[in-house]
């Protein structure tokens, strides 16, 4: 029998605490089982798909990615379209698609995860050229990632502090857009197009959401009473946002969007300035991720 190996890609800086210490663990793990494996570490943004690039010369290892949901795009986004096959330890601070999925990341799990898991082939989101694995959009939530990102605290904690702090000043967000041709005008509180169901930490933007029905879900909430802020929280963690007032949920195929009066848009956790009209879209079938 021919045992896999593995070529890890490392993200040293992910999640709210360090990966360095966490893979050196596993690596004694990988070792005592005599299972083949290379690594490397990402020294900057953008790393990650640079490496991968070089691997895929190579072609003979099961890639990898240990970080959090950016890493991951770096990764996954050069292998869509590709029938290279990867796998995805989750070390970030939200890890949506890692949680949706089910992958572990306990070490004496993550093993077993490498070693047994299946290969399936998953959806992939697009916004004009860049792909997204989990979610993207714009409204309140880019705003609190634009400011997540720059926050020394990280994790969840970190998370809801930022939350609190913008909400009670955040006025809205003047869009017009297009789901399968039906047109949308007006101020909302967030529009997320969504793979995933999730953003990350249990939190379900979208509860419909399937990874293989070839259809992006998106989720549009309307500015709503201060009052209801708790039941909005209490909806969105308790997986039944598609049924709380002030939310609309359709699938589709493709989305339009004309205009955006914020300047934050984000994508699978990462913020830019996206340039308007985009076209955001699905590519059925387009990556081959291990899960559990």
Same mark, same amino acid.
């Given at each position: 029998? &021919?045992?896999? $190996?593995?070529?890890?890609?490392?993200?040293?800086?992910?999640?709210?605490?360090?990966?360095?210490?966490?893979? %050196?663990?596993?690596?004694?793990?990988?070792?005592?089982?005599?299972?083949? /494996?290379?690594?490397?570490?990402?020294?900057?943004?953008?790393?990650?798909?640079?490496?991968? !690039?070089? +691997? +895929?010369?190579?072609?003979?290892?099961?890639?990898?990615?240990?970080?959090?949901?950016?890493?991951?795009?770096?990764?996954?986004?050069?292998?869509?379209?590709?029938? !290279?096959?990867?796998?995805?330890?989750?070390?970030?601070?939200?890890?949506?698609?890692?949680?949706?999925?089910?992958?572990?990341? $306990?070490?004496?799990?993550?093993? *077993?995860?490498?070693?047994?898991?299946?290969?399936?082939?998953?959806?992939?989101?697009?916004?004009?050229?860049?792909? /997204?694995?989990?979610?993207?959009?714009?409204?309140?939530?880019? #705003?609190?990632?634009?400011?997540?990102?720059?926050?020394?605290?990280?994790?969840?904690? =970190?998370?809801?502090?930022? &939350?609190? $702090?913008?909400?009670?000043?955040?006025?809205?967000?003047?869009? !017009?857009?297009?789901?399968?041709?039906?047109?949308?005008?007006?101020?909302?509180?967030?529009?997320?197009?969504?793979?995933?169901?999730?953003?990350?930490?249990?939190?379900?933007?979208?509860?419909?959401?399937?990874?293989?029905? =070839?259809? #992006? %879900?998106?989720?549009?909430?309307?500015?709503?009473?201060?009052?209801?802020?708790?039941?909005?929280?209490?909806? #969105?963690?308790?997986?039944?946002?598609?049924?709380?007032?002030?939310?609309?949920?359709?699938?589709?195929? $493709? &989305?339009?969007?004309?205009?955006?009066?914020?300047?934050?848009?984000?994508?699978? *956790?990462? &913020?830019?300035? +996206?340039?308007?009209?985009?076209? +955001?879209?699905?590519?059925?079938?387009? #990556?081959?991720?291990?899960?559990?």
């Amino acid at each position: 029998m &021919v045992r896999k $190996k593995y070529a890890f890609i490392v993200n040293p800086i992910a999640g709210s605490k360090s990966s360095t210490k966490y893979f %050196d663990k596993l690596k004694a793990e990988l070792q005592k089982r005599s299972i083949p /494996f290379s690594s490397i570490k990402t020294k900057w943004a953008g790393h990650a798909s640079e490496l991968v !690039q070089k +691997l +895929l010369k190579k072609g003979e290892a099961l890639i990898v990615s240990v970080g959090g949901d950016g890493t991951f795009n770096e990764v996954a986004s050069i292998l869509v379209g590709t029938n !290279q096959k990867m796998a995805h330890i989750p070390r970030g601070s939200g890890n949506g698609l890692a949680r949706m999925l089910k992958i572990p990341h $306990k070490i004496g799990k993550v093993v *077993g995860y490498l070693e047994s898991g299946t290969i399936k082939e998953i959806d992939v989101g697009r916004v004009n050229n860049d792909y /997204f694995f989990c979610t993207c959009g714009f409204g309140f939530d880019a #705003l609190i990632a634009h400011r997540f990102d720059g926050s020394k605290k990280r994790g969840l904690k =970190g998370y809801v502090r930022n &939350v609190i $702090k913008s909400f009670f000043s955040f006025k809205g967000v003047t869009a !017009q857009f297009t789901l399968d041709g039906k047109a949308y005008k007006g101020n909302y509180f967030a529009v997320t197009i969504a793979n995933a169901n999730q953003y990350g930490n249990d939190a379900f933007i979208a509860p419909k959401a399937n990874l293989q029905d =070839g259809l #992006l %879900d998106v989720t549009i909430i309307k500015p709503f009473p201060l009052w209801y802020a708790p039941l909005m929280a209490i909806a #969105l963690f308790g997986n039944w946002i598609h049924k709380a007032r002030f939310v609309e949920t359709r699938k589709a195929k $493709k &989305v339009e969007l004309h205009s955006i009066s914020s300047p934050y848009f984000h994508r699978d *956790g990462d &913020v830019y300035p +996206l340039q308007v009209p985009a076209t +955001l879209s699905v590519f059925p079938s387009g #990556l081959y991720l291990q899960t559990p």
